[in-house]
């Protein structure tokens, strides 16, 4: 069981380039999310999803986009990528909504915009 | 807006307690406490339901007053291994939006 897995775990981009941060769960929830962290700051809602094929907009969109086709995957896309993108990406799986469940959340993606 | 957390910083003695705050403009149906170590990803704890006990984990507990629109963490007899960034979770009320609160700097002094 390996629970949520992201990948990369580091990355440097140039701005202007584009990328594709990877989400996948193996435990069958339902719900998956992505934020981001910044030094000493909390954790930003980016996007979220509420099931295959349902997302919706997190706190913090601009510049971000999501798709999930499948339930086991969430992955985030990143446009154009700006040095304020620059930050510590974390995907998170929870079983259902309405609180009841804690979530998960994968190791992390380090990204560096330079 | 999300929750906001007091202290924003604590520092202890190992055998001390704390406890932390966290408290909502919004209504709170359910919370959840993570505790995130520094270059790792938060890690869940526990959580409070609306009408429900007052839980554990090891020597933390936390409650949840639905009037005050509040929780509160306790840590007692605190430990090294309790340093690191406690946030509380919760749904926004009405949506799915899952946010986090500002966060609480923990540090345990041998």
């Known amino acids: 069981n390996a629970g949520v897995t992201q990948t990369p775990k580091f990355q440097v981009l140039k701005t202007g380039q584009s990328m594709t941060l990877q989400c996948a769960q193996d435990?069958?929830?339902?719900?998956m999310s992505w934020y981001r962290q910044d030094p000493g700051m909390g954790l930003r809602l980016i996007h979220y999803?509420?099931?295959?094929?349902?997302?919706d907009q997190g706190e913090v969109p601009n510049g971000y986009n999501v798709s999930r086709s499948t339930t086991e995957d969430f992955p985030l896309r990143l446009l154009s990528a700006a040095p304020s993108q620059t930050s510590v990406y974390f995907c998170?799986?929870?079983?259902?909504?309405?609180?009841?469940?804690?979530?998960?959340f994968g190791s992390g993606t380090r990204l560096t915009v330079v | 807006q999300q929750p906001v957390q007091s202290p924003q910083a604590v520092i202890l003695r190992e055998g001390e307690d704390a406890v932390i705050n966290c408290s909502s403009s919004?209504?709170?149906?359910?919370v959840h406490w993570y505790r995130q170590k520094h270059g790792e990803a938060p890690v869940f704890l526990m959580i409070l339901l609306k009408g429900g006990e007052q839980m554990r984990h090891e020597k933390i507990s936390a409650s949840f007053n639905e009037k005050k629109q509040q929780s509160s963490l306790y840590l007692t007899a605190s430990q090294l291994s309790y340093s690191g960034t406690y946030f509380c979770g919760t749904e926004n009320p009405g949506t799915y939006k899952y946010i986090f609160g500002t966060g609480t700097r923990l540090k345990v002094l041998a």
């Open positions: 919004k209504a709170l149906y359910s």
């Open positions: 998170a799986s929870s079983y259902s909504g309405q609180g009841y469940y804690g979530y998960t």
């Open positions: 435990m069958n929830h339902e719900y």
């Open positions: 999803s509420v099931g295959a094929g349902i997302t």
